[in-house]
Every structure is written in structure tokens, then in C-alpha cells.
């Protein structure tokens, strides 16, 4: 079965540029979530989203960081002006309700700012 | 100090050998307690799911939670090379809308 799909899987960029990463979570599920991975900090949260609301933002870093979700489906994070402290992997996970369902995370997208 | 702790490792251990992974927590609150494994270049994926105190288990898996000392654990019996992955607690509460991941701990089972 689909599981969640994250889009590009790796990304090098340079320090300046924009990158949108893209998030595809299973269909029906109504929560989805962003994590940052960076080595040796375990996952941090970013953004949730309930539908196409964002009732939780707090975890973006920066006003460089943004997200958006269309249809109750596909999400865009969005890093402006990327940093060389962007460099991390990042992952997107679905659940069908609220995150005491259990998560179900894409692979990640792997963003190298050079 | 984190909200949740967890010994990054990396532990190697014999193949057949009783793994034993731990997280502490800091907010009371927390009611439901999970267990995620991590390949290497993968997303994490559920492994566990318990709700409140008490045991679970399932085959070779099983966890604890100790809400009075505010601890859980993983047990893994009869360790195996494929259970060689970095092994992620998380936890959240009824009245928020995050999950809380410990730092994980590497696991390596040698043959």
C-alpha cells in the first residue's frame, strides 16, 4: 500500500537559495506533522497541521521556514534564504486522527546547504 | 534540560543477546509512550505502542512504562543482526498536538 512520500530525497543547495520540499501523507489522514533530524539532536518538531490549518507552528525555527497544506493533502515546507545550520534531514509524517494515533513517517528529504 | 532523555549509544551486543533501551521523561503529564526503529536512511516506524503504565509485549518486544518514576523501557529477547537500527521513545499527552522524541539509541548486533 501507499505510505507516506516525501519528494526529492536529496537536495544540495547553496547558502541563499529557496527549497520547497514536498510532503504526499497517506490518503485519509487528517493530521500531518514536519520533524527536522539533525545528527546527534534526535527529531525535532517543526509544524502540525490538522486538516489545512496549522493550530501548531511553534517548532519553526525562523521566519525563513514556512509550510502550507492544500486539499487536506499534499504539504510544501518552504526554507527561504537557506542557512548552513539548515543542513538536516527532514520528515514529514501522517496519522489519521491526532499524534496519539500512531505516525507514519515518509523516508525524508536530505537538505545539504553548501 | 530535554523533556526527554535517552543514552544516543551506540550499543553493540552479541547476536541471541537480551537488549535492554531506556528513556527518561520529565512532564507528568505524558500518557501515551511509543517505540519507534529507524534504518539507517529510512523514516522511523512504529515498533511499540503502549498507553499509560504497565507491559507490553509482542514476539520478541517487549515495554514498560513506569509513570511513578517516569521511565520506559524496550526489551528486545534473541537479538538479531536485522535488529540493528537506531531505537527512538516518544511520548505526548491527551492535551497536546506534538509527539516528543527522545535522541534515539544505536543498536548494532553483531553475528
Known amino acids: 500500500g501507499a505510505g507516506v512520500s516525501q519528494s526529492p530525497s536529496n537536495k544540495v543547495t547553496e547558502k541563499g537559495k529557496d527549497v520547497e520540499l514536498r510532503c504526499d501523507p497517506i490518503s485519509g489522514h487528517t493530521a ?3 520533524y527536522r533530524q539533525s545528527l546527534g539532536q534526535g527529531l525535532e518538531f517543526l ?3 490538522q486538516g489545512n490549518s496549522a493550530p501548531d507552528k511553534s517548532g519553526l525555527p525562523s521566519d525563513r521556514f514556512s509550510a502550507e497544506r ?4 499534499v504539504s510544501t515546507l518552504t526554507i527561504q534564504r537557506t542557512q548552513q545550520e539548515d543542513s538536516a534531514v527532514y ?3 501522517s496519522s489519521l486522527e491526532w499524534v496519539a494515533s500512531p505516525l507514519h513517517f515518509g523516508n525524508g ?3 545539504t546547504v553548501t | 534540560q530535554k523533556e526527554v532523555e535517552q543514552d544516543p549509544g551506540p550499543l553493540s551486543v552479541p547476536e541471541g543477546a537480551i537488549v535492554s533501551l531506556n528513556c527518561t521523561y520529565s512532564n507528568s ?3 501515551y509512550f511509543m517505540w519507534y526503529r529507524q534504518y539507517s536512511r529510512k523514516g ?3 515498533l511499540m505502542y503502549t498507553y499509560s503504565s504497565g507491559n507490553k509485549e509482542d514476539g520478541r518486544f517487549t515495554a514498560q512504562v513506569d509513570k511513578s518514576s517516569k521511565y520506559i523501557s524496550l526489551f528486545i ?3 538479531q543482526p536485522s535488529d540493528s537500527a537506531t531505537y527512538l521513545c516518544a511520548m505526548t499527552s491527551y492535551n497536546t498536538d506534538k509527539l516528543i522524541f527522545g535522541t534515539g539509541t544505536r543498536l548494532q548486533v553483531f553475528p
Open chain 1, 91 to 93: 520528515l514529514c509524517a
Open chain 1, 70 to 73: 492544500t486539499g487536506g493533502s
Open chain 1, 47 to 49: 509544524i502540525y497541521f
Open chain 1, 32 to 34: 500531518l506533522y514536519w
Open chain 2, 44 to 46: 522511523p516506524e512504529l
Open chain 2, 29 to 31: 503529564a505524558f500518557q
Open chain 1, 109 to 111: 528529504t536530505r537538505l
Open chain 2, 77 to 79: 529477547r534473541d537479538s
